[in-house]
Each structure stands twice: as structure tokens, then as C-alpha cells.
């Protein structure tokens, strides 16, 4: 079964006028969610619609560094009195900005290489799987901390619609 390990240790600041939070202690999420295939230079997440489970006994660990910022989950203040970025849904946001930088970096990385228009579109699809994976964690994430389904819902559906910008500019 998926877990939290470890509590949660972080420094309140400021980033301009908005809140961040930088982790005092590491932080760590085991899945058994993930599960990776290996085609050529690329690392690409399984798109089977039914998300397909680890088989292993070891889980996938999410390990997200002391020293971390994050602002836990970006919504809109004017949707504040019915979902706060800092809820029950806390831990997840976290594990979900650490992965989404994951797919930012590795989107840069690969666009880097592209030769062609084809890889450019590798590219594209490598970070879109990318993407729904992380939002699927997030999910899960938040199904461990029992999260209502009614806000779980809304986040997955705000994720799906405008991620991209989140990935494309670091969350900005």
C-alpha cells in the first residue's frame, strides 16, 4: 500500500508576495503506482488507461530534498473559501510540485536533443505522459490522506486543464 513515511517539516517565506514553504527535512512517498518501460534513450511512464500497478514488492520512492520550495497547490485565491493550497491535501501537493519539476527539467533535457520535428514531438508526448502520470500519483496521493472525492476531483480536472502551464513556466 502506498504510504507517507515521514511528517512533513517546513520554513514559512515569502516569493514575492506569495506564501512558499522550503522543506526543513527530506520527504518521502512509496508507490506501487509506478512502473517504467525503457525505450531507447527515454524513460516513458505505461499508457495503459488502467494504469498498470507495480508488481514488485519494493516500491517506488518519491524523495523530495530538504531544501525544497514549493507553494503547495496553486489555486486561484478567488476558489480559497472552498479549497485552500494548504488542506488535508498538503503532502500530495508537495510530492505533485516535486514531480512536476521532474517533468519540466526532463521536457528541457529532451528538447535539447531533438534533430528533428519527430523527436520534438517524442518530446511532447514523452512530457504529456509525464504529466498524467504525476497527476494520477497526486490522486493517489491524496486518496491516502482521504481527501474528499468532490476535491479530489476538482484538482484532477483544474490539473488536466491548465498544467501545462505550470510545467511549461515552474509553476509561476
Avoid at 508537495?94 to 527539467?105: Q, T
Amino acid at each position: 500500500m502506498s504510504s507517507f513515511t515521514k511528517p512533513l517539516i517546513l520554513e514559512y517565506g515569502l516569493r514575492g508576495d506569495e506564501p512558499v514553504y522550503k522543506l526543513v527535512e527530506p520527504f518521502e512517498y512509496y508507490t506501487f503506482e509506478v512502473m517504467y518501460s525503457h525505450q531507447g534513450d527515454m524513460f516513458y511512464p505505461f499508457t495503459d488507461p488502467f494504469f498498470r500497478r507495480n508488481t514488485y514488492s519494493t516500491p517506488f520512492v518519491i524523495t523530495v530534498p530538504k531544501g525544497f520550495v514549493t507553494n503547495f497547490a496553486s489555486i486561484p485565491k478567488i476558489f480559497h473559501s472552498i479549497l485552500t493550497p494548504d488542506g488535508v491535501h498538503g503532502k500530495a501537493a508537495v510530492i505533485h510540485d516535486k514531480l512536476y519539476g521532474e517533468v519540466r527539467r526532463d521536457f528541457k533535457d529532451n528538447l535539447l536533443h531533438c534533430k528533428s520535428w519527430t523527436d520534438i514531438i517524442i518530446a511532447q508526448e514523452f512530457m504529456e505522459q509525464s504529466k498524467l502520470l504525476s497527476d494520477k500519483i497526486f490522486v493517489e496521493a491524496m486518496d491516502v490522506l482521504k481527501v474528499k472525492p468532490w476535491k479530489k476531483s476538482i484538482m484532477f480536472t483544474m490539473l488536466r486543464l491548465f498544467g501545462f502551464s505550470a510545467i511549461l513556466t515552474g509553476g509561476k
